[in-house]
């Protein structure tokens, strides 16, 4: 049986639908199953071995240069030549859906009142229903499995291997922790201005620890926020990371504190112990366990219609996490 997963992006939604690679497995362990992922995300699937190819496309290029649509639409026919048994769409928006279509017209999604994009479901011959406020991770875990004729229960998910798997790292970080003391991650940025907690909040964070912190960074702001609390701490800037060194930092962590964002759910994925600050966005975004916790903001969410003006997160007194963080350490 071949079968096709579309899941373009972003980091954390790609780790939460690569959990039921390993039920899928279990199941058919003759299957083959390629992923079809935005280039710059493979590095998240690479090193799987229940990944037979990561097929990737450039999508995101298409938006400033149109003249690649045509180049993509090729590369995606090209890789229908595989002649797919199932290609499951379990991103669930318009570009993922036609990027299913193209590989086989017996393709699988979420039905209309499951997704955002309900214009999606349309190119799908077959639909799974799964509300579309039910935890992100069992939604992933629905409709890649039930066309496959597994039901998946939480109790399964919550027994989960790790799924994610890397290289040794080639960093050389000298000097970055005093031994004896954990290791604590800290991821400081995300997608979205209000998903962040504040850097002199974090700072606070990293003062009441007695470990060794590590600030993660994307991006030049995140960058210069990583700098500014380092300068008035004891905490140690990460060198810029590929996917696979942070996979390895990530799995070597005692600890990651961070915002809703991809590197704090591959903590879940590596089965490592961490703290996800949750503010605009719905803890029902992840799975709590014994070692992955959340804090959230007083604030109420809408997961139908988010609030990006929702800044609340910076209620979240810094004892509660320096608390929780000391507990699970």
């Not at 939480?154 to 004896?180: C, D, V």
């Not at 700072?203 to 009441?208: A, F, N, R, S, W």
């Not at 804090?295 to 809408?302: D, F, I, R, T």
Request: hydrophobic share 45%; net charge positive; aromatic share 8%.
């Amino acid at each position: 049986m071949k079968i096709a997963i579309v899941k373009l992006s972003a980091l954390g939604d790609i780790v939460h639908a690569m959990v039921a690679l390993q039920f899928i497995k279990a199941a058919y362990p003759d299957a083959q199953i390629d992923w079809v992922v935005e280039q710059g995300f493979a590095g998240v699937l690479a090193d799987n071995p229940d990944i037979n190819q990561i097929l990737t496309v450039n999508l995101k290029a298409v938006k400033t240069n149109k003249r690649r649509l045509l180049s993509e639409i090729a590369n995606i026919q090209a890789y229908s030549a595989q002649h797919y048994d199932w290609v499951i769409d379990a991103q669930g928006l318009i570009k993922s859906a036609l990027v299913a279509r193209l590989l086989s017209k017996q393709c699988v999604g979420f039905d209309k009142h499951s997704i955002r994009e309900s214009l999606a479901a349309r190119f799908y011959k077959d639909t799974v229903a799964c509300a579309y406020d039910a935890n992100t991770i069992d939604r992933n875990v629905a409709v890649l499995t039930r066309p496959l004729g597994l039901n998946i229960s939480s109790a399964q998910i919550l027994e989960k291997r790790t799924f994610l798997y890397f290289q040794p790292s080639q960093l050389n970080l000298p000097g970055y922790g005093q031994t004896g003391l954990p290791s604590v991650l800290l991821v400081t940025g995300s997608t979205w201005p209000s998903r962040n907690y504040p850097k002199e909040n974090y700072l606070k964070v990293v003062q009441g620890l007695n470990a060794n912190c590590l600030l993660l960074w994307g991006n030049s702001q995140e960058h210069e926020s990583a700098k500014w609390i380092a300068e008035r701490s004891n905490a140690k800037v990460l060198p810029r990371m590929t996917l696979n060194d942070l996979k390895a930092q990530i799995a070597s962590a005692d600890l990651i504190i961070g915002n809703d964002t991809g590197p704090t759910h591959m903590a879940w994925g590596l089965n490592r112990p961490s703290i996800t600050l949750f503010g605009p966005t719905p803890i029902s975004r992840v799975y709590q366990t014994d070692i992955n916790k959340v804090l959230k903001s007083p604030s109420v969410v809408n997961p139908y219609k988010l609030d990006k003006n929702d800044f609340s997160i910076a209620e979240i007194a810094e004892t509660e996490i320096i608390r929780l963080a000391e507990e699970l350490l």
